[in-house]
């Protein structure tokens, strides 16, 4: 008897990932942002810019921001993305609160540089983490989820555009072009880590498999998936006999749930996947002329 595809085993361990991003995400804004008066961007940037200018937590705007962008977004993102990003906000708002109790000071003193590095890739990782777990931080990335269900563009490239601006507003408040170029340091250095874990170095893959069941995989992968399949025609070289090949494009973000589905409905299936330079068509980027 098998799992049902979006099983509770797989649910509690994406929800595990999420608070574990989340940590590291917290982690690098107070062990090492926040005490350098670094800003990069997102909401967590605008709380910390708030924080710096009127001493008000950066938890607390962090919450309430969040909060009306969530009721902008849940009838384009749809409940369960919002319940995780719901989950998220209070997971996030938590940390961002219990950390400073314990981490009065940089881990890394008198290193500004050093300590943009390592939380640039604390936070990109933890973002990156859970993003791969269908979950959200919230924010701005609210408003890369929403380009990237309509658009094949990363989370980081939207993000980064969202992010330059608010980078910039840094200076109006501290007067220092060394603090703003930290901030854009520590906007590379996430938007990179996520990209990494997230899309790798494609966007998109291929995904060739062979099971006996293929047609339950098929119409699983259209109805769940909502990615196209294509039935190709083989034959096994060592048995003779003729076999089925499903062929699968989707975006990389996608290729977890695919992976799930197929091992859900045949263990022993064979699966290769592959990345492609590019997938144009319905779905993914326009034909270029």
Same mark, same amino acid.
């Given at each position: 008897?098998?799992?049902?595809?979006?099983?509770?085993?797989?649910?509690?361990? !994406?929800?595990?990932?999420?608070?574990?991003?989340?940590?590291?995400?917290a982690l690098g804004w107070v062990g090492?942002?926040?005490?350098?008066?670094?800003?990069?961007?997102?909401?967590?940037?605008?709380?910390?810019?708030?924080?710096?200018?009127?001493?008000?937590?950066?938890?607390?705007?962090?919450?309430?921001?969040?909060?009306?962008?969530?009721?902008?977004?849940?009838?384009?993102?749809?409940?369960?993305?919002?319940?995780?990003?719901?989950?998220?906000?209070?997971?996030? #708002?938590?940390?961002?609160?219990?950390?400073?109790?314990?981490?009065?000071?940089?881990?890394?003193?008198?290193?500004?540089?050093?300590?943009?590095?390592?939380?640039?890739?604390?936070?990109?990782?933890?973002?990156?983490?859970?993003?791969?777990?269908?979950?959200?931080?919230?924010?701005? !990335?609210?408003?890369?989820?929403?380009?990237?269900?309509?658009?094949?563009?990363?989370?980081?490239?939207?993000?980064?555009?969202? !992010?330059?601006?608010?980078?910039?507003?840094?200076?109006?408040?501290?007067?220092?072009?060394?603090?703003?170029?930290?901030?854009?340091?520590?906007?590379?250095?996430?938007?990179?880590?996520?990209?990494?874990?997230?899309n790798g170095k494609r966007q998109s893959?291929?995904?060739?498999?062979?099971?006996?069941?293929?047609?339950?995989?098929?119409?699983?992968?259209?109805?769940?998936?909502?990615?196209?399949?294509?039935? *190709?025609?083989?034959?096994?070289?060592?048995?003779?006999?003729?076999?089925?090949?499903?062929?699968?494009?989707?975006?990389?973000?996608?290729?977890?749930?695919?992976?799930?589905?197929?091992?859900? *409905?045949?263990?022993?299936?064979?699966? #290769?996947?592959?990345?492609?330079?590019?997938?144009?068509?319905?779905?993914?980027?326009?034909?270029?002329?």
């Amino acid at each position: 008897m098998r799992l049902p595809f979006n099983s509770v085993w797989y649910s509690i361990k !994406d929800y595990l990932i999420i608070i574990f991003g989340l940590l590291l995400y917290a982690l690098g804004w107070v062990g090492f942002l926040i005490p350098n008066e670094i800003t990069t961007g997102g909401v967590t940037g605008i709380s910390a810019l708030i924080y710096y200018g009127t001493g008000i937590p950066i938890s607390v705007s962090y919450f309430v921001i969040n909060v009306l962008l969530l009721l902008a977004a849940i009838t384009v993102l749809g409940l369960q993305f919002c319940i995780r990003t719901i989950f998220s906000v209070i997971v996030c #708002s938590s940390f961002l609160s219990i950390l400073p109790l314990f981490i009065k000071d940089a881990l890394v003193d008198e290193q500004p540089f050093m300590s943009a590095i390592i939380g640039g890739i604390l936070c990109g990782s933890g973002i990156g983490l859970v993003f791969v777990s269908n979950g959200s931080t919230g924010g701005t !990335d609210i408003i890369a989820a929403i380009v990237n269900k309509y658009k094949n563009i990363s989370f980081a490239k939207m993000m980064m555009y969202i !992010d330059f601006l608010i980078i910039a507003c840094s200076y109006v408040l501290f007067h220092s072009v060394e603090k703003m170029i930290f901030g854009y340091v520590v906007m590379g250095v996430m938007s990179y880590t996520m990209d990494m874990l997230i899309n790798g170095k494609r966007q998109s893959v291929q995904i060739l498999v062979l099971s006996d069941k293929y047609e339950e995989i098929a119409t699983h992968v259209n109805n769940d998936i909502r990615r196209g399949v294509t039935v *190709i025609d083989g034959m096994g070289w060592y048995s003779k006999q003729p076999k089925k090949v499903l062929m699968i494009l989707a975006k990389r973000n996608e290729s977890v749930k695919i992976f799930r589905l197929i091992k859900s *409905i045949d263990p022993k299936a064979f699966i #290769s996947q592959s990345n492609v330079v590019g997938v144009y068509g319905e779905g993914f980027d326009k034909i270029k002329a």
